[in-house]
Structures are given as structure tokens and as C-alpha cells.
């Protein structure tokens, strides 16, 4: 993207990112009062929109809110501020908004603070990753995809300070998902990722790789996975809108498998990149 100044979207306004203010009061700020949805766009479409919008839904219901715009009002908006054919991602913010005193409980009247921006997606790092296992030491309502963060922050900190680019996530001797990721393992040929629930976020990346899966041919199943399971697996990846489908190659300082992506990651990765190729030359409403 081009060196000018970014233009973001902010409570009915186009701004260039510099000018965007919200209140020291807002809730999103104080409390971490908010959800928010990152959605990818490949040659100017979004991914699984519907799918994402709807996540959205559910994650404002779970904080007790509903969404603030209708679908073609966030279209409108994405449209504005997707910036041409190359890979990229909408993230979109959504808070309960300004409060004129700080007060734990819901204000009774409130406006919601709607932001979102677009950034460009980097290139996967095909050669694979580095990855911890960490407690999970989130809470209890993981499927909200909720800005309050800060147990995600620290686990993806203490991830990079080791060397890592994801710290996967045990609770009760399962691991759940990545801090900001899903999780897939393989093991005697059975592709496993954990089942949906308060534990993780139900990631749209993950949903898609099932339904390619099935489409395929190759044989999976949604249920917990062991911390011993994930430490035998023959293949480990991590999924999510902006780093797709990611192998691990090494888990806490230990080879998985090979210690190279193994043959069906690269099956998926091809299988994945094939429906980005289909959706770039989808007619417009495709995806
Ligand atoms: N995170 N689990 C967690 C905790 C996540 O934060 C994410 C995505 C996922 C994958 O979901 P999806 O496939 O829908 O992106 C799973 C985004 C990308 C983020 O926080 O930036």
C-alpha cells in the first residue's frame, strides 16, 4: 500500500488515521468494554463475510449488545476502505462507547463507538514456525471475541521472548488453541482440532479448513487433543484470518514430525490457497 496517509472509519466519519479520536471515557478504553472481527480480503472480496458478521452477532450478544449497523451498512464501510487488489484485512471495532462517569455497570444510555481500518496482510512464512505451550490462563468466555486481550498479549509476549511465533494453550490437560490462532494436529492420519465451546474462539480460518477437509476427502474429527497427543502429533498447524494455515515445526524447542511442514499441510495450504484464487475471480457478491 502506498505511502499516504491511512484512512480509517470512525463513528459515521472517513479520517485519515491521525485525526480518529475517541473519548477517554469510552468504555472500550477503561473496561476493554467491546468485541471486535478481523476479516480477510483477497482481490478486494471479503472472506466468509456472512460467517464473520455473524460471529460478530454472537460475540455482541455474549457482552449484551446487538450490532450497531445492518450488513449493508458494514459493506458500505469495507468498501470505502479496502485499498485495491492486494491481500488484506478489515479490522473492525465495536465498543460500548462513551459513559460520562466510570462505572463498571452498564450505562443506561449509551452510543456504541464503531471503528474499523484495513491493513495489509504479510506473506506466510511457508517454511513453518516456532511454537510454546502455555496455561491457558484466559477466562472462561473464549469464544467472545472480545478486545480485552491482555491475557492473549502476555501469552503471545512470552511466546515471541522464547523465540516463537505462537503459544498454544493447555487448560486441564488439553490444549484448546493458539493466543490468537486455532489449533490442528495430525496424528495416525487423523486430522483433530478441538471442539467448539466456551474454551476457544469457533475461528472462521478453522471452519473453512474443515469444509475443505470434507470436500477433499481427508479424514478429520472435532475433539479434545491431549497435551501428549499434541506433543506425538506428526503434523501441527494454527490457523487464523491473517496468518491462514501456519505449520509448526518446532514445539517448545522439540521437532514435530519431520521438522519441515509435512505433506498435508501442503496439501491444505494448496487447497486453501486455490479458494483465495476462486474468491479474487468470484463475481462480485461471491465468496
Ligand atoms: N485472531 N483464536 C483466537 C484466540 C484468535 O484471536 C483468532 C483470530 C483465532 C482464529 O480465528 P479466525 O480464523 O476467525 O481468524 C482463534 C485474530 C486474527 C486477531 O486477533 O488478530
Redo the contacts with the bound molecule.
Keep these: 500500500m502506498s505511502s499516504q496517509v491511512q484512512t480509517v472509519y470512525l463513528n459515521g466519519e472517513f479520517l485519515p488515521i491521525d485525526q480518529a479520536r475517541v473519548s477517554v471515557m469510552d468504555r472500550g478504553f477503561l473496561f476493554g468494554d467491546g468485541v471486535y472481527e ?1 476479516i480477510p480480503v483477497y482481490g478486494g472480496r471479503p472472506l466468509r463475510l456472512d460467517e464473520h458478521l455473524e460471529r460478530l452477532d454472537a460475540s455482541l450478544k455474549g457482552i449484551g449488545m446487538v450490532s450497531p449497523l445492518n450488513r449493508e451498512q458494514w459493506q458500505a464501510i469495507f468498501e470505502q476502505l479496502i485499498a485495491g487488489p492486494e491481500d488484506q484485512s478489515i479490522y473492525l471495532q465495536v465498543t460500548r462507547g462513551y459513559a460520562p462517569k466510570r462505572d463498571h455497570a452498564f450505562p443506561s444510555v449509551v452510543q456504541p463507538t464503531i471503528f474499523v481500518m484495513c491493513n495489509p496482510i504479510a506473506a506466510i512464512p511457508a517454511s513453518g514456525v516456532a511454537a510454546i505451550t502455555l496455561d491457558d490462563t484466559r477466562w472462561q468466555f ?1 469464544n467472545i471475541k472480545a478486545v480485552t486481550l491482555l491475557a ?1 498479549v502476555l501469552l503471545k509476549q512470552e511466546a515471541v521472548e522464547h523465540g516463537a511465533a505462537e503459544a498454544l494453550l493447555v487448560r486441564d490437560g488439553h490444549v484448546l ?6 489449533v490442528f494436529v495430525l496424528l495416525d492420519g487423523m486430522l483433530i482440532t478441538p471442539p467448539k465451546g466456551h474454551q ?2 469457533p ?4 471452519d473453512l479448513v474443515l469444509e475443505l477437509a470434507a470436500r477433499h476427502g481427508i479424514p478429520y474429527v472435532e475433539r479434545h487433543i491431549t497435551l501428549d497427543e499434541l506433543r506425538s502429533a506428526d503434523e501441527v498447524w494454527v ?4 496468518r491462514e494455515v501456519l505449520p509448526v515445526v518446532t514445539l517448545d524447542g522439540v521437532t514435530v514430525g519431520t521438522g519441515v511442514p509435512g505433506a498435508l499441510w501442503e496439501r491444505m495450504n494448496a487447497l486453501y490457497q486455490d479458494y483465495k484464487i476462486e474468491l479474487r475471480h468470484a463475481h462480485a457478491g461471491g465468496r
Excluded: A, K, P
Design positions: 478481523v473464549c492473549n488453541e493458539g493466543s490468537s490462532s486455532n476457544l474462539l475461528g472462521i480460518t478453522r490457523t487464523s484470518s491473517t
